[in-house]
């Protein structure tokens, strides 16, 4: 990743408007910052929410609150909690996210 024409700044999360996006289970809601071609987001997931699908794109994750398991489509499965994260690229493996209790992630992509 290469990043330019990026000016400093700073982001207060909570002035950024949530968007809805429904899982198979649950939801998750979005406060997303675009800088060039990279999307920035805090994702907070309710509780019981699991993906709608396998996601192939790239990201950079930190689990803020709470616990996500995400599973790859080989069958491996990873739990995040509170100061950990991942890091995956691009159509590398297919994966997917659910939580039990709910989980806030700062995810850029």
Same mark, same amino acid.
């Given at each position: %990743?290469? %990043?330019?024409? /990026?000016?400093?700044? /700073?982001?207060?999360?909570?002035? /950024?408007? +949530?968007?809805?996006?429904?899982?198979? *289970?649950?939801?998750?809601?979005?406060?997303?910052?675009?800088?060039?071609?990279? *999307?920035?987001? %805090?994702?907070?997931?309710?509780?019981?929410? %699991?993906?709608?699908?396998?996601?192939?794109?790239?990201?950079?994750?930190?689990?803020?609150?709470?616990?996500?398991?995400?599973?790859?489509?080989?069958? +491996?499965?990873?739990?995040?909690?509170?100061?950990?994260?991942?890091?995956?690229?691009?159509?590398?493996?297919?994966? +997917?996210?659910?939580?039990?209790?709910?989980?806030?992630?700062?995810?850029?992509?």
């Amino acid at each position: %990743m290469h %990043m330019s024409a /990026i000016p400093f700044g /700073i982001t207060d999360w909570s002035g /950024i408007p +949530r968007t809805e996006h429904k899982g198979a *289970r649950g939801v998750a809601y979005w406060r997303t910052q675009v800088f060039a071609d990279i *999307r920035v987001r %805090m994702v907070e997931y309710s509780p019981g929410y %699991m993906a709608d699908h396998w996601c192939t794109k790239g990201h950079i994750l930190l689990c803020l609150e709470g616990e996500l398991h995400t599973e790859l489509a080989d069958g +491996r499965t990873f739990t995040l909690t509170p100061g950990v994260s991942y890091q995956v690229a691009d159509n590398a493996e297919p994966h +997917r996210s659910s939580t039990v209790g709910g989980a806030t992630l700062f995810i850029v992509d």
